[in-house]
């Protein structure tokens, strides 16, 4: 069985954290450098890698955000302007040489740690492309929206685009 390794994403992570993105979801989902880097300069104790040698073979991107509504894709994150209410999980890919592991369970579950210490106990996130079911496992929920925040989200994130939020004691 090969030898994981979870530790902070760093600058010279993003080359690969961009393969690891196309390897996962092609072109309908990837976002430029610098909307990515926006997460984890916005909170970097809730960006990780999961690293087999030193190959990224998996990251999660998340960051405390000040609104109940998803920041946008594509766009890089403004500065920390208010006070953070919840831990927005941006996105979470496991490259295929990393895939039946259990790192996403193992990025999630640190970069959960991190946001219990920061004083978060709400979730949001939007799954696609099926990893509801997967989100649901972790104790994630439909959130309830209105028709048109849904269609707008759907419109952004695609037909199976799902707001789901889950909150902690």
């Known amino acids: ?59 999660l991107l998340s960051h405390a955000w000040h609104a109940w509504t998803p920041p946008k894709l594509h766009v890089p994150l403004p500065v920390a302007d208010a006070a953070d209410v919840l831990w927005f999980v941006h996105d979470m890919a496991i490259a ?34 099926g990893a509801d079911v997967f989100w649901r496992r972790l104790g994630y929920r439909s959130a309830e929206v209105d028709s048109a925040a849904s269609a707008a989200l759907r419109a952004i994130y695609g037909t199976d685009a799902e707001l789901m939020e889950r909150a902690w004691p």
Do not use: K, T
């Open 96 to 129: 295929p040489a990393g895939r039946g592991q259990r790192l996403g369970e193992q990025l999630y579950a640190m970069a959960l740690a991190s946001a219990h210490a920061q004083g978060l106990r709400h979730s949001r996130l939007v799954a696609v492309q």
């Open 1 to 59: 069985m090969p030898e994981f390794a979870i530790r902070s994403i760093l600058a010279d992570d993003l080359p690969d954290i961009l393969a690891v993105q196309q390897a996962c979801y092609g072109d309908g989902f990837l976002e430029p450098g610098d909307a990515l880097a926006s997460r984890w300069a916005r909170s970097p104790a809730l960006c990780l890698v999961a690293l087999r040698g030193g190959e990224v073979v998996g990251y």
